[in-house]
């Protein structure tokens, strides 16, 4: 086997595996959570049962995620069992891929699934007054890059 295609499969192999672990990071998850923050609930004027159906919301997806974090695992055995081979299998890196693009698409769409869920909860005021926070917080934001 070429030196050089070893080497493509092992920065293959561990760019995938950084960005799954950078996607794992995400801040996904803490935008719910921002609405059970005390100064969201002040700010929205969220009652009792709204609160409790957005965190069953938020619950539901954090179990999704655990799920997925035992699949990337059992992913990365089977990168790192592929580029310890004694001979490279494309094929086989090919359907690991394929099944990691599969799992992220899911994870795009469980996350934008339960947001659409969480506004649907929001009243018509309230679903304002987020995105009025959600515009001053990118303001903020952006002074603090420039």
Do not use: C, P, Y
Not at 2 to 21: N, P, Q, R
Not at 52 to 72: F, H
Not at 86 to 106: C, P
């Amino acid at each position: 086997m070429k030196l050089s295609t070893l080497l493509s499969a092992i920065v293959l192999s561990g760019s995938i595996l950084v960005s799954l672990t950078a996607n794992a990071k995400g801040h996904s998850e803490h935008r719910g959570d921002f609405l059970l923050s005390k100064r969201a609930v002040a700010a929205l004027d969220l009652t009792v049962d709204q609160q409790a159906q957005i965190k069953s919301i938020i619950t539901e997806l954090k179990a999704d995620k655990k799920d997925r974090k035992l699949e990337r695992k059992e992913n990365r055995e089977a990168f790192r069992a592929l580029v310890e081979a004694e001979n490279f299998d494309e094929d086989k890196a090919k359907a690991l891929i394929s099944d990691i693009k599969a799992e992220r698409s899911e994870k795009v769409l469980a996350h934008l699934k339960s947001r659409h869920q969480i506004w649907q909860i929001l009243t018509l005021e309230q679903r304002e007054k987020f995105t009025e926070m959600r515009k001053k917080r990118k303001n903020k934001q952006r002074r603090h890059r420039d």
